[in-house]
């Protein structure tokens, strides 16, 4: 039997927001807005979110339809830098093993009146089968959602 060739990519997302640097950076290490901003597939779920965005903390996060886990990512913060970046290794596990392997840098700018956040992904895929075009939708659906919480009325 063949073992399938892994797929490596880079995966490139950015956004513009009209807020300072400082209040990008604390919204994405805020547990409560990562909570509600985190891109959970339609008809899946994440119970009990356990976010920590701190220096060598590691975040589990189950993913579960209708109470059963599908997937597991276990998220391990590298280098923190306040309102200048952010770098994690991620794993999503299910239970044939290892799904994907990522290191993620999240890079906050200070832009004009406001901030840019940029994300490098370099994402390998071990069972041979690329999932690019679901990560960069989930990076999109993220920032939608990110940009959602500095509309006026959101949740402090």
Not at 50 to 67: C, N, V
Not at 82 to 107: I, K, S, W
Not at 137 to 150: I, M, V, Y
Request: hydrophobic fraction near 35%; charge should be negative.
């Amino acid at each position: 039997m063949t073992r399938p060739r892994p797929i490596a990519a880079t995966i490139r997302a950015g956004q513009r927001f009209l807020v300072p640097c400082g209040t990008l950076f604390g919204a994405w290490t805020d547990p409560e807005t990562r909570a509600r901003i985190e891109p959970v597939p339609e008809g899946l779920e994440m119970p009990d979110p356990q976010f920590d965005a701190r220096q060598g903390a590691t975040e589990s996060l189950s993913i579960s339809m209708d109470g059963t886990e599908v997937c597991r990512f276990e998220q391990t913060w590298l280098s923190i830098a306040p309102e200048a970046h952010l770098l994690a290794r991620v794993d999503v596990h299910m239970q044939e093993g290892l799904l994907y392997h990522a290191q993620v840098l999240m890079c906050f700018t200070p832009d004009r009146d406001g901030a840019r956040l940029d994300i490098t992904e370099q994402v390998v895929w071990p069972g041979g089968t690329s999932l690019q075009n679901y990560h960069e939708e989930a990076w999109k659906r993220l920032f939608a959602n990110l940009s959602r919480e500095f509309e006026p009325g959101s949740p402090p």
